[in-house]
């Protein structure tokens, strides 16, 4: 069974500082993709980004940046000089890959409730 | 980019009605769509996997008799529920699969039951 983990519950920050949520897995599959998504108030998901498993590299888009690490199962998501607007709940999940009839199907993490004080 | 559309955004229904919750893709074809719920301050849980033209798959511990799940065309589902009672009350949540891409979600139905 394939299982997400994000310890951190709750985290505050003030304006300017940089952030790492923690995001660990499980899954038997050998090939896998794992996402990170941002639900602000309003209740929608928005996408951030989607990582194949085969695929290390670690990937930065503008203040984002997502360290995979599958020696430890983990999935990181740093954001670089937090602003007021990136308060929200940020969810880590993971999904069979793409050929897989499975794919689509998430399995997410509790969430990381992120409050980015002025 | 893939559009996900869900309607309607919110509803109130009295305890005891039914409501209907529709899932669109606006500019692809869906052949697997997915419902997802989501509790006050909780994860989401994915409830069903629909698929067009035959019936839906429900993961353990959802009612499919409670939970409706009509996927007709290739554009559209739609999340039936039926007899609504207070603990229904939720956040529901759609997503569509196009097999190699990111994985697109509609904005979600507030779901009060009273």
């Known amino acids: 069974a394939q299982k997400v983990t994000q310890a951190q519950t709750e985290i505050s920050v003030v304006e300017k500082e940089d952030v790492t949520l923690d995001c660990v897995y499980e899954t038997r599959d050998t090939t896998y993709y794992l996402f990170w998504y941002k639900q602000p108030p309003s209740g929608e998901l928005v996408f951030l980004i989607r990582?194949?498993?085969?695929?290390?590299q670690n990937e930065i888009s503008g203040r984002y940046s997502w360290n995979f690490q599958k020696s430890t199962s983990s999935f990181n998501f740093t954001i670089t000089a937090s602003q007021v607007v990136d308060s929200a709940v940020y969810f880590c999940a993971l999904s069979e890959a793409s050929g897989g009839t499975s794919y689509g199907k998430l399995t997410f993490g509790q969430g990381t409730i992120l409050t980015v004080h002025p | 980019g893939a559009v996900v559309s869900q309607h309607p955004s919110w509803v109130i229904c009295k305890s005891g009605t039914s409501v209907k919750i529709e899932c669109r893709s606006l500019d692809f074809q869906a052949t697997t769509m997915f419902w997802y719920r989501q509790f006050p301050k909780q994860s989401l849980m994915l409830m069903a996997t629909?698929?067009?033209?035959?019936?839906?798959?429900?993961e353990q511990g959802v009612e499919k008799d409670k939970f409706l799940i009509n996927h007709a065309s290739l554009t559209l589902s739609t999340l039936t529920v039926t007899s609504a009672h207070p603990e229904d009350s939720s956040f529901y949540i759609c997503?569509?699969?196009?097999?190699?891409?990111?994985?697109?979600f509609g904005n979600g139905t507030r779901l009060t039951v009273t």
């Open positions: 629909s698929n067009e033209g035959s019936k839906a798959t429900y």
């Open positions: 990582r194949n498993s085969f695929d290390e």
């Open positions: 997503s569509a699969r196009i097999v190699g891409s990111p994985l697109h």
